[in-house]
């Protein structure tokens, strides 16, 4: 019996002595490449014929401008590699619509990167995604504001919007942003 006990310990022994380890690499960690990514949502809104029709006269254009503090800072400025965005309608107007994102700096100029939806008439399930990268685009980084100008197009019969018919204009948008931190740089 203590041969048998001798035996098992010498080969759980040679099994954790002889097993193979390298040499550890403490300079994996500069080579290290750590990818984050932020995802915000930005402009989200719901429109009714009410905020369409004042007075009696249809709304041409609704202008909003929003601050952006994403890229306000160092880290976003350095590592960040792309931006995607996505836009989501609900029309259930009669109507076609268009919406033109620009995004601006400080000095309200464009920074080059204004993204166009073409939102066709009674389309309930609209969506689209527009991907800017940083390498392609890098005035993208001087964004500062995004406004949002919201265009109701003609209707192809003349005909305008009833403010007794309940209808509405559901809105969101979100950016994701991708982050690339090497050590190495």
């Known amino acids: 019996m203590r041969k048998k006990q001798f035996y098992c310990l010498l080969a759980f022994l040679s099994l954790i ?3 193979c380890v390298d040499n550890i690499d403490f300079s994996q960690a500069e080579d290290a490449n750590i990818s984050p990514v932020v995802a915000v949502s930005l402009v989200n809104t719901n429109i009714t014929q009410n905020d369409l029709v ?3 006269s249809e709304v041409g254009t609704i202008t909003q401008t929003s601050v952006v503090s994403i890229l306000d800072n160092g880290i976003a400025r350095n590592d960040l590699d792309r931006a995607v965005f996505r836009f989501e309608v609900n029309n259930q107007f009669n109507r076609d619509f268009r919406i033109n994102f620009i995004f601006l700096d400080n000095n309200d100029v464009s920074t080059n990167n204004d993204i166009t939806l073409n939102i066709d008439a009674n389309n309930t399930s ?7 990268i940083v390498a392609n685009n890098p005035e993208f980084l ?3 504001k ?3 100008e919201l265009t109701l197009l003609p209707s192809s019969d003349g005909s305008s919007i009833d ?3 309940p209808t509405s204009f ?3 948008s979100a950016g994701t942003f991708y982050f690339s931190f090497n050590n190495s740089n």
């Open 17 to 19: 002595l002889g097993s």
């Open 54 to 56: 004042v007075g009696g």
């Open 126 to 132: 609209f969506v689209q995604e527009n991907e800017i």
């Open 142 to 144: 001087n964004t500062r």
């Open 146 to 148: 995004i406004q949002v």
């Open 163 to 165: 403010i007794n018919v």
């Open 170 to 172: 559901d809105f969101k």
